[in-house]
């Protein structure tokens, strides 16, 4: 039996699950498992990855949909991993699809200050490359927030054998012909041990940090430049958008009633041929 963790509570409204109630710290790992009915899905046509209304990714396979996971903290949070982003305490929280993409916000708000995070698995161009590129960007909006994080890759849904070194100038974890590199800007200066890799870092009004999980499969690692990173970000959203027009070009809210039904929407996650 699973003991009881720190219980702190959490208002959290969106129309993803549409619910006002409490949760435990995502960062006890003995704490209850987030319902289903409480993740988006976020997505880059190879692969999904499953985030919580508290800001905790608890499900990613890689390189593609039907690999072994990385993370699989869904299944078992002792031994299956994920990588938690979420303000260091109680907190409101609110979310939704940017309109008419697969890029999700959730917007927190604690008692000094609010901070929206955007979280998208980037597309790296017209035609799909090797690459996997998980995005975390925090955008402080009012106040001060003091925010967590924390990265446990476990390949092979726990049963791999997971090495984490701390290079430079970003921790590396590998296992096989799998890698994955976390790379952070403005988020502290963090730790890294045999297990996990995190930190813990401020965001003020107007300030911003960014998070990328990059991830490689019988392939060399490459580690992004931040500037490529924020506009392959930019490139996604643009990318989902084009779907809620029509074939003229018109966006789909310009459009007469009967017109706007017709318009077909893309699906929360397209996966490619």
Do not use: K
Not at 210 to 239: G, K, M, S, W
């Amino acid at each position: 039996m699973q003991s009881e963790g720190p219980h702190v509570p959490v208002r959290c409204d969106d129309g993803l699950a549409g619910a006002i109630h409490e949760r435990w710290d995502p960062f006890d790992m003995s704490a209850p498992y987030a319902p289903i009915r409480d993740h988006a899905v976020i997505g880059d046509g190879r692969t999904v990855t499953l985030v919580t209304r508290d800001g905790v990714i608890d499900w990613l396979c890689l390189p593609n949909l039907d690999s072994p996971s990385v993370f699989a903290g869904l299944l078992d949070a002792n031994r299956g991993g994920g990588f938690a982003l979420t303000p260091d305490g109680p907190h409101d929280a609110s979310r939704r699809y940017l309109p008419g993409t697969n890029v999700l916000e959730t917007t927190f708000t604690t008692a000094r200050g609010v901070v929206r995070v955007t979280d998208t698995m980037t597309l790296p161009g017209v035609t799909l490359g090797p690459a996997r590129e998980l995005v975390r960007r925090v955008e402080g909006l009012a106040g001060t927030v003091n925010m967590r994080w924390t990265v446990e890759p476990r390949f092979g849904y726990g049963l791999s054998a997971t090495r984490v070194d701390p290079r430079r100038p970003f921790p590396v974890a590998t296992s096989g012909s799998g890698a994955v590199a976390v790379c952070t800007w403005d988020a502290g200066s963090g730790y890294c041990n045999d297990r996990s890799m995190g930190g813990d870092f401020q965001v003020r009004d107007g300030q911003r940090a960014l998070l990328v999980l990059a991830a490689a499969h019988q392939e060399p690692l490459v580690l992004p430049a931040r500037a490529d990173v924020e506009a392959r970000l930019d490139a996604t959203v643009r990318f989902w958008r084009p779907f809620q027009g029509d074939v003229l070009g018109r966006p789909r809210s310009c459009l007469p009633p009967r017109r706007r039904r017709a318009v077909a929407r893309p699906p929360p996650v397209a996966l490619a041929p």
